[in-house]
């Protein structure tokens, strides 16, 4: 990346195009129906959008499973739409990353298809084929390698069997993806979210993995021996070039991976996604594995990154995506009777640590988890992957019931609640995954008319951190009672100014004390999901957002 900054003031909003808004009644998002909603984005106030995947594929993992990486998908409409689309976010001050899938491609991809032919197939090496499997298993619950009859071996694929790896060790391969980059940065697109990119590179022993779970194998792929090389190759030949950011989703990784991954001098990325906070209701980072949530364990993994990459590197900031369950009623929260306050709460406490904010469609009007009758209601490979390995092992009905229920990805995936007419606004006709059953009272239109809703609370909150932005940027971080179950608080200081956040993170008040300690400075209140403010006392997930300047 050229040494470019603007990343440190985005504020990105995610889109995932199948579920945001369909434009022509097929019950598929679509590029039309996102245009149509830009300038509802732009009062939210944010100015970058992630788009999840929307190039040609099968559709075998809503899109990323790629086909042809340089064309749009016939559901999402086509090339000029996308050009359309661009041109009318960055007229808004609206920057675009997209998705770059780079671990993978589909089975359909006509480079898998020509590799699969013959061992001697010039395409051959664009994947990674043995004759002998080893035990690896994959990220959706099933043995990593598949075989093909026609050429007799196999190919690996540490996600669906229609997602076979790519072999990142062929050069060729490296230039076809700095290619496919300089496309659309080209286009005019602003960097990219690099799926799993910390798996592109695997360790050529493809040697027998021996941890007993899910993921077996994994020390052998993730964070493999080239990773850095190649990250550093394709920054050196391609991004340098433009004024661009990226962000890697890394899987498993650690603090000192993290610096490597995104210090500013080894061009790699500009920031990660680090899924420590999003585990600490998990065992071993594997999401099915339910465990209580603690707010100490939270505290103490966001601390870890806030403290390590103080001087070094950078860090993103989000609770939701498309592969997460919704953060209201997550993190000790609750989604009914204090949905709007947990709400709001989440926001305060996650947007002023010293990161770079992701916020996930539908998250800014507080939409919940779905609930199905039946589990044959889910619709994602993953949840059924994982259901069929569930059920082979010795687990309760009632165990797998709620794991799949609170791990299904469909969860983050059900159409965006427009307004209150048929199927939520989303589209005219019946929509590919079911609309939350909720949308009569959590919706964009009702929430637009409520001053105290969760979403007007966003838009002053995404103000408040413009106006502070030197603040939220540079701001030194200090976690107040690291050592609190219930009280999340922190300063973000810098000279004789801080911001200071408080957050009771819990569905009973909470007596404080520490307001006290800031006699010398003039308070301002900044944010407050509750009309008022005991200062010895906070309510049930009340969250404070305070400014603070010496006398
Ligand atoms: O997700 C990578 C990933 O690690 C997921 O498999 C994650 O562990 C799981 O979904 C948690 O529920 C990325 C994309 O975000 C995901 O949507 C894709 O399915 C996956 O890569 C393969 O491209
Ligand atoms: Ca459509």
Known sequence: MKNTNWFKDAIIYQIYPRSFKDSNGDGIGDIKGIISKLDYLKDLGINCV???PVYESPMDDNGYDISDYKAIHKDFGTME????????????????IMDLVANHTSDEHPWFKESRKSKDNPYRDYYIWKDK????TGFFGEKAWEYVEECDSYYLHLFGKKQPDVNW???KVRETYKDIIKFYLDLGVDGFRCDVINVISKDQRYKNGSNPLILVGKKYFINGPKLHDYLQEINKDVLSNYDCMTVGETVFTTLDDMKLLTAEDRNELSMVFNFDHTSVDNFLGVKWLMRKFSLKRFKKS?????YGLKDVGWNSLFYENHDQRRSVGRFNTDDSKYRVESAKLLATTMYFLKGTPFIYQGQEIGMTNLNVDSLEDFVDLETHNVLKLMKSLPLSKKYIDKSIRNGSRDNAR????????????????????MVNNNYKSINVEKSIKDDNSILNYYKKLIKIYKKYSLLVREGEYKDLYPNSSKLFAYERRKDNELLLVVSNFSNKPKKIRLLKKYKGYRPELLLNNYKHLDEKELKPYQSILIHLKKK
Do not use: C, V
């Open 50 to 52: 992630w788009l999840s």
């Open 81 to 96: 739409d996308f050009k359309l689309m661009l041109h009318e976010m960055h007229k808004r001050g609206i920057r675009l």
């Open 133 to 136: 499997p080893n035990n690896w």
């Open 169 to 171: 060790e062929n050069p």
């Open 302 to 306: 966001l601390d870890k990154y806030q």
């Open 414 to 433: 059900t159409p965006m609640q427009w307004d209150n007419t048929t199927n939520a606004g989303f589209s005219s006709s019946t929509p590919w995954l």
